[in-house]
């Protein structure tokens, strides 16, 4: 299957514009109200792409106007655009004034977070778009509208958003055949194999939910606090949800000419995940968002999280800065555990501890969870020995800040030892790792690598 590169699915953001006062918020009022009476739809393009918008605006806000505001009614309106585009591109706008000291009609305060001063708030909601790109079709959006209208729309407006605006939600996905989907919820699939590293981590916390209607792995999904992300990825520490669903309504085929027949796996990070009071496994209110300005370190999360669950090029931590090794993207997405079926009985003890297959003994965790950590499988295993094989990028210099292969390969030979396991299986054992630069293969003996 070939690789395609994780797409933004669901956005949910709250953008706060001060530049220019409520000054936004009046040139919506004169577009919508004055010039459309109270909504207008429109067919566009924007670039060589044809979308369709329409404006109107929502009287029941629960938002009094100050006497100073030349509104005539008891509250002040928000205002509301819905463009599509190709491609199941959509997006949500609702734009609401903001003011110290907001009231409602019955003059209770209102206690919504804000930053101060006057300006305007756009919730936005939508899919199969980048961030940025919500900012680009709302100016073409806007400007489409006021040529509508003949008249004008400050292009100045709505530019530059806050750093202190709030992402509620950002999920990623990528679309995989059902054979591929089928090795993340099966019973030895990395969905479990999460849930084996996360059962000793004390105060970590997350929720499993599995529905096989229809179809086997219809929709399972796995929710995770900040804690029990930080235990999967090194230098995580936002709570997101890992699921692999299909449509709702399940194709009995799967087909080349229909997407829709087969599932999605997606990475999100939802505000409602992101606390340490406890997580209910769905959407609920509390936890913390994250700021605009730190957009880019939550979007790096998120792929990484998903490149990682499906096996993807492996992380370099440079100084600080998470990057991708240069090494392309693999072409083609293998399963992170294969099952080893063609074993007889009295056979699968001996393999399982040596190949990359899961044991239930408490012992063997160890084992697996360092496995888990770097990457490592067991190949080609007969009496003679065998190999292990690293899908992480490793370091030869002990001043790199990618861990070195003899740290590792002694790392995993303290924990076979740990297990009860004969130390000399394990260091006649060869080793396959690639370079600091992902550009070759490197391999040796291990036994010369580590000290027993």
């Given amino acids: 299957m070939s690789h395609v590169a994780p797409h933004f699915h669901e956005v949910d953001m709250f953008l706060w514009f001060t530049d220019n006062g409520l000054?936004?918020?009046?040139?919506?009022?004169?577009?919508?109200?004055?010039?459309?009476?109270?909504?207008?739809?429109?067919t566009y393009e924007i670039g060589d792409e044809v979308w369709?918008?329409?404006?109107?605006y929502n009287a029941e806000t629960g938002i009094a106007p100050r006497d100073s505001d030349p509104i005539q009614s008891e509250r002040a309106y928000e205002f509301k655009i819905h463009a599509e585009g190709p491609g199941e591109q959509k997006a949500d706008f609702v734009f609401s004034p903001r003011w110290d000291g907001q009231k409602k009609p019955d003059g209770e305060e209102m206690k919504r977070p804000w930053c101060g001063g006057e300006g305007v708030q756009i919730h936005v909601q939508g899919s199969n778009l980048t961030y940025d790109e919500y900012l680009f079709i709302l100016q073409h959006t806007?400007?489409?509208?006021a040529e509508e209208a003949r008249t004008d729309f400050s292009r100045r407006y709505f530019n530059r958003p806050l750093g202190d605006s709030n992402i509620a939600t950002t999920e990623l996905y990528v679309r995989l055949v059902r054979e591929y989907a089928k090795k993340l919820t099966r019973s030895t699939g990395v969905f479990y194999k999460i849930m084996h590293l996360l059962s000793e981590?004390?105060?970590?916390q997350w929720v499993y939910k599995g529905d096989n209607t229809d179809i086997v792995g219809k929709r399972h999904a796995f929710a995770l606090d900040p804690l029990a992300s930080s235990k999967l990825v090194e230098n995580h520490s936002l709570g997101k949800r890992l699921k692999c669903y299909h449509p709702k309504y399940v194709r009995s085929k799967e087909s080349r000419d229909d997407p829709l027949s087969s599932p999605k796996f997606a990475v999100a990070f939802h505000k409602s995940l992101n606390t340490t009071e406890g997580i209910a496994?769905?959407?609920?209110?509390?936890g913390s968002a994250v700021k605009w300005r730190?957009?880019?370190q939550l979007l790096r999360e998120v792929e990484e999280t998903l490149i990682n669950v499906l096996r993807g090029e492996v992380v370099v931590n440079d100084n600080g800065l998470v990057r991708f090794s240069s090494e392309k993207v693999r072409q083609e997405i293998t399963a992170i555990v294969e099952r080893v079926e063609s074993f007889v009985e009295e056979g699968v003890n001996a393999v399982a501890r040596l190949a990359?297959?899961?044991t239930r003994s408490a012992a063997d965790s160890a084992i697996q969870r360092w496995m888990n950590k770097y990457g490592a499988s067991f190949e080609e295993i007969d009496e003679d020995g065998g190999k292990i094989r690293f899908d992480t990028v490793m370091s030869t210099l002990a001043s790199s800040k990618v861990?070195?292969?003899?740290?590792?390969?002694?790392?995993?030979?303290d924990a076979w030892c740990n297990a009860g396991r004969d130390p000399a299986v394990f260091t006649c054992l060869s080793y396959v790792v690639k370079n600091l630069d992902g550009t070759a293969n490197v391999g040796g003996s291990v036994g010369k690598k580590i000290t027993w």
């Fill in 23 to 42: 000054s936004p918020y009046w040139a919506l009022s004169n577009l919508c109200i004055r010039e459309f009476d109270g909504y207008r739809k429109l």
């Fill in 52 to 56: 369709v918008a329409r404006m109107n």
């Fill in 142 to 145: 806007l400007q489409a509208f």
């Fill in 201 to 204: 981590e004390k105060d970590a």
């Fill in 281 to 286: 496994g769905e959407y609920r209110s509390g």
């Fill in 294 to 296: 730190d957009r880019d």
């Fill in 356 to 358: 990359n297959v899961e």
């Fill in 403 to 413: 861990p070195t292969l003899e740290d590792v390969l002694q790392e995993g030979f």
